[in-house]
């Protein structure tokens, strides 16, 4: 139950049961002088309920339904899927109130929104998703919250009180009575990006990973739908590239299955934006189109970090009204359920452009005002679907293109180059996740094989990756991104995203290369980094495992029975 540093969590010695009929009262303001942002136009506008909430002629949904689909999931989980908190207690320990004990019951739970919208800290940036929960020991229990959005972190918290009774049809008990909760976050945009592309991620791999996200109160998930090796999302005005880019026609995002993933991501508070990755990555559209890319059918190791090679041509008169057919089919979609759009932007080979016929050249005092173009060209359409952009760091940073000042900079490499303080001299708006410190892919060994003919391969014992070691989950957890930067511009970072790259995970592994490392990430992003991993991150962070693992996630193991169940003993 990740907090903030400043908030409140204050608790007695008392035991309350949740009762099978709790019933939710929720006091609303009025739709006309709601302050969500994002989450409150899609629910009015664009909405369609997967939990019987009731939807108006016109699509619109009410926050009531909202709340009251987070209220049955609260339930859900508490009720049938709890978890038995044995493993963190000595053996033979007693650790739950006697089944024979009399229960008091929770048998209602208030839900009010603060029509003065003054809870959370003045300093932070947003605090539409603030909330507080109040239960008294006799089973009173309130939560105030700012937002509908608040109120679905509330439910997720309110939740994660609860414990399963070990003796069957006993039901599901806070410890924790009288308990005082006063919560919001330190960042807003607390994300995941995850890569679709490189293998099979389904649809239903992406749902089961947003419920999970909802858990530990991130609420951005940065979908990296194309690369290089694949194009697995239908576009209906340009056909061939899904049908000619995916691996096979089983493998294929159609716009349905896309739209089903951002709506069910508004439904538990998660954003889902699309990132496609311009003008490099994109070898797979030559599948479809190749006189629209160069460099293809090459020697890859010149012309580009990983196998295929190819870019987009950036002189052609062909490629523009392409992009233009391209995202004016997809952000016509996506808008309706995001305000962000990514457009990719990184690692651009130069090289490539030495075989692009409308180029000819590896300069970069020819290929930067092309590069500026395109950009320009890119972000156009997307401000016309009045989306927010974001970019990877090199095109600010390698490039120094110009672009608005408010797209959003990305920044991934390294922790020792200031990426973060470059970009904010500058005056942009950013996202951290230094590739030495939330690349969950690293440490897993290459992808690519040593070439028999020849003896200087790099490819060799021990066969590590270019981005080892592996990033476990205390080192993600002691990231901190703000620490040389001064107060002064600290507003202008937004929050942060831990990544996962595809070469080496598909829907078999899905969970275990994301879960608990996540975890420590999306508490960085809530409470704030600066903090150094003790044995009380560890016991909650098991304790987070144990939930994820209940609700069907195959989170890997937080930490050695033994020590969970004997605090203290495996300090050094």
């Not at 972000?379 to 940073?397: G, R």
Request: proline share 7%; with cysteine.
């Amino acid at each position: 139950m990740a907090m903030a540093s400043d908030n409140t969590f204050e608790h007695g010695p008392s035991t309350l049961w949740l009762s099978p009929d709790i019933r939710l009262v929720y006091n609303s303001r009025t739709a006309s002088s709601h302050p969500s942002g994002w989450l409150w136009a899609t629910v009015q506008r664009f909405m369609t309920s997967p939990q019987n909430a009731t939807v108006s002629a016109n699509g619109q949904v009410s926050p009531d339904d909202l709340l009251r689909s987070g209220f049955e999931r609260m339930k859900h989980n508490v009720l049938g899927r709890s978890f038995v908190p044995r493993k963190f207690y000595p053996r033979g320990a007693r650790f739950e109130p006697a089944p024979e004990d009399a229960k008091i019951y929770i048998e209602r739970l208030v839900v009010e929104e603060d029509s003065k919208n003054d809870l959370g800290d003045s300093e932070r940036q947003d605090k539409s998703e603030a909330y507080t929960i109040e239960i008294s020991e006799d089973g009173e229990a309130l939560i105030t919250i700012a937002s509908p959005l608040g109120g679905l972190h509330a439910l997720e918290t309110f939740a994660q009180l609860f414990f399963a009774h070990s003796s069957p049809l006993s039901g599901s008990y806070t410890p924790y009575t009288p308990v005082l909760v006063k919560d919001n976050p330190s960042f807003q945009h607390r994300g995941l990006n995850l890569d679709i592309s490189r293998n099979w991620i389904s649809p239903a791999d992406v749902k089961r990973t947003i419920e999970a996200m909802a858990a530990n109160k991130l609420n951005r998930l940065h979908l990296h739908a194309s690369d290089a090796q694949s194009w697995p999302l239908e576009i209906p005005a340009l056909p061939a590239l899904a049908l000619k880019g995916a691996y096979s026609p089983d493998q294929i995002w159609h716009t349905e299955d896309l739209e089903a993933v951002q709506i069910h991501g508004t439904y538990f508070g998660v954003q889902v934006f699309v990132e496609i990755d311009l003008p490099g990555h994109t070898t797979s559209i030559g599948n479809a189109y190749p006189h629209l890319v160069t460099a293809m059918d090459v020697p890859w190791p010149k012309y580009a970090l990983e196998p295929p090679s190819g870019q987009l041509r950036l002189n052609s008169t062909d490629v523009p009204p392409f992009i233009g057919t391209l995202l004016n089919d997809l952000l016509s979609r996506t808008s309706h359920y995001s305000s962000l759009f990514h457009l990719g932007g990184d690692e651009v080979n130069l090289n490539a452009y030495l075989l692009d016929p409308t180029v000819e050249s590896s300069s970069r005092e020819i290929i930067r005002p092309l590069l500026q173009a395109f950009i320009d060209h890119v972000i156009s359409i997307a401000t016309k679907y009045s989306l927010e952009v974001i970019l990877w760091e090199e095109m600010v940073l390698d490039w120094d293109l110009i672009v608005p000042r408010n797209v959003i900079v990305q920044t991934w490499r390294g922790s020792n180059d200031n990426a973060i303080g470059s970009i904010l001299n500058k005056g942009y708006r950013t996202l951290f996740g230094s590739n030495a410190h939330w690349y969950l892919d690293c440490g897993h060994g290459w992808f690519v094989d040593p070439e028999p003919s020849n003896p200087e391969s790099p490819i060799k014992a021990p066969y590590l990756d270019h981005c080892n070691p592996y990033k476990n989950w205390r080192h993600m957890y002691a990231y901190d991104p703000v620490a040389d930067i001064p107060q002064s511009q600290r507003h202008l970072i937004l929050g942060g995203e831990a990544h996962l790259w595809g070469e080496l995970t598909d829907s078999v592994n899905l969970d275990g290369m994301l879960w608990p490392r996540v975890a420590a990430a999306a508490e960085v992003m809530w409470s704030a980094p600066g903090k150094k991993p003790d044995e009380s991150t560890t016991r909650r962070l098991a304790d987070m495992r144990e939930r994820l693992v209940m609700r069907g996630i195959r989170a890997g193991v937080v930490q050695m029975e033994w020590c969970l169940r004997y605090q203290g003993g495996c300090r050094l």
